[in-house]
């Protein structure tokens, strides 16, 4: 009887969970945004324009705080390849709301990925694993997840804010800007 209790609890047990975090899972994939896409149909846009546009654009990841600091990251890709990374961090007034850069750096081809700050040099393809590997993943009982792409149909933002919390809660990938460039 013993067995048959322990095969019960290591084969079926975790089958149904693993199958409720799948529901939860699919839920948050089937999510569509304001532009009207949900996360595969984005993705299956994504690789009709890459491949449109020569797998060239340049994207800014976006991180900014309530309080007015932020940074952004500017990534240029060509051919799919990362070749320059910009980051810079700013304030933003609250009596005007002009914005006062902090600190500014630059990468290119041959020292990317040299500073900590900003964010990592990926390909908008690799943002896309890690919005389903680390964001799309997250409970909705306990988060509040967002999937958006822009007019394009290019991912714009993923992530998840945990229920209840007010302030700098978002954790995920923000695009600001996105735009093909020249294929030369």
């Known amino acids: 009887m013993k067995f048959l209790h322990d095969i019960f609890l290591f084969t079926v047990v975790p089958v149904i969970l693993f199958s409720c975090s799948l529901e939860t899972f699919n839920d948050n994939l089937e999510e569509k945004g304001e532009n009207g896409y949900t996360f595969s ?20 990841m976006l991180e900014q705080s309530f309080t007015g600091f932020g940074s952004e990251t500017t990534i240029t890709v060509k051919k799919g390849k990362v070749i320059s990374r910009v980051f810079h961090t700013f304030i933003i007034s609250d009596e005007d709301g002009t914005k006062t850069l902090t600190f500014v750096y630059s990468e290119d081809r041959e020292s990317l990925g040299t500073h900590e700050e900003g964010a990592l040099p990926v390909t908008i393809d690799e943002l896309y694993k890690t919005c389903l590997s680390q964001y799309l993943i997250a409970d909705p009982e306990t988060n509040t997840v967002y999937f958006d792409t822009n007019e394009e ?32």
């Open 41 to 60: 149909e984005s993705r299956k846009q994504w690789k009709k324009l890459k491949g449109k546009n020569g797998n060239s654009y340049e994207y800014v």
């Open 153 to 184: 149909g290019v991912i714009s933002l993923c992530g998840y804010v945990p229920v209840g919390c007010q302030d700098d809660c978002f954790t995920g990938i923000t695009i600001s800007s996105f735009n093909w460039i020249s294929r030369k």
